[in-house]
């Protein structure tokens, strides 16, 4: 294990011999990866490249192609801000970000983010995500496709209709007020993360998005969309997959049905 190099003051975690408000690391990346060894280190390096200093944590699927001996060769070098979590196999992406949402509860980040390690999300659009929360007063952040119009690059046609339609589908069933409901990169205040029943999420593929933005908008937090560009995977493979696809389409429908006899009160 890397000694820390970082030490806790008030809640906040704070960079050694910090001298700007910008090497205050109150701020931790989280992505989920199964078989990532193309782009691990790359992403890790992009995050770790940016003028506003972010912590990065792993979780990783017991990856058969060596992803977490990449990371773990890396945290020889980002010791105390590089930080890996592996599990015993495959368990859904949503049971991989709650693993993550309660190891940065519990180590007092202020921000947490999800973002996915294949280049789909361009690493230098953490900043707006952050300046949407830190400096705008959002309590979430949706890096967005669609509130802008369709801004994705590289994918089919046809993945693209379905990935836009099914936004427009669940805020019709939800009534949220979110054009990119199914997006995957996202920054969180710590206190929505305190307040939803982490628990209780029930789905584990990519409708865990909706119903986490769902929560939050059922919770009163304030959500804002920050518009973004997507661009395809071009390293790896996609785990995308038409059974999520129904997970989503059905899931949306028990969602709303449930929150009828929900009160969301905040404690």
């Excluded at 060769?73 to 309660?102: M, P, S, W």
């Excluded at 959002?138 to 046609?157: E, F, H, K």
């Excluded at 990119?180 to 920054?187: E, I, L, N, R, W």
Aim: with cysteine; charged share 25%.
């Amino acid at each position: 294990m890397q000694p820390e190099q970082n030490k806790e003051v008030a809640g906040d975690r704070i960079a050694v011999g910090a001298a700007t408000e910008k090497n205050i690391v109150d701020s931790v990346v989280i992505i989920p990866t199964y078989n990532e060894k193309e782009n691990v280190a790359a992403i890790i390096e992009a995050v770790f490249g940016l003028p506003r200093m972010f912590d990065v944590l792993i979780i990783d699927d017991n990856s058969p192609d060596g992803t977490a001996a990449i990371v773990k060769d890396l945290q020889q070098r980002y010791a105390g801000r590089l930080h890996l979590v592996e599990r015993a196999g495959k368990q859904g992406l949503g049971t991989a970000y709650i693993a993550g949402f309660k190891w940065a509860l519990k180590r007092g980040y202020e921000f947490v983010f999800e973002m996915d390690a294949d280049f789909s999300h361009n690493p230098a659009d953490l900043l707006k995500l952050y300046d949407a929360c830190a400096a705008e007063g959002a309590d979430l952040a949706i890096g967005s496709r669609y509130v802008t119009g369709v801004n994705v690059v590289n994918w089919p046609m046809g993945r693209v209709l379905m990935s836009y339609y099914a936004s427009r589908y669940v805020r019709i069933v939800t009534g949220m007020p979110i054009n990119d409901s199914t997006a995957g990169f996202v920054c969180y205040r710590r206190r929505v993360l305190e307040t939803l029943p982490l628990d209780s999420i029930r789905f584990k593929g990519y409708a865990f998005q909706i119903e986490m933005k769902f929560l939050a908008y059922k919770y009163g937090f304030r959500i804002q969309e920050v518009p973004i560009i997507f661009v395809n995977r071009v390293l790896g493979t996609s785990k995308m997959s038409s059974g999520i696809f129904s997970e989503g389409f059905f899931g949306v429908m028990r969602l709303k049905w449930s929150s009828l006899f929900t009160k969301y009160e905040r404690k």
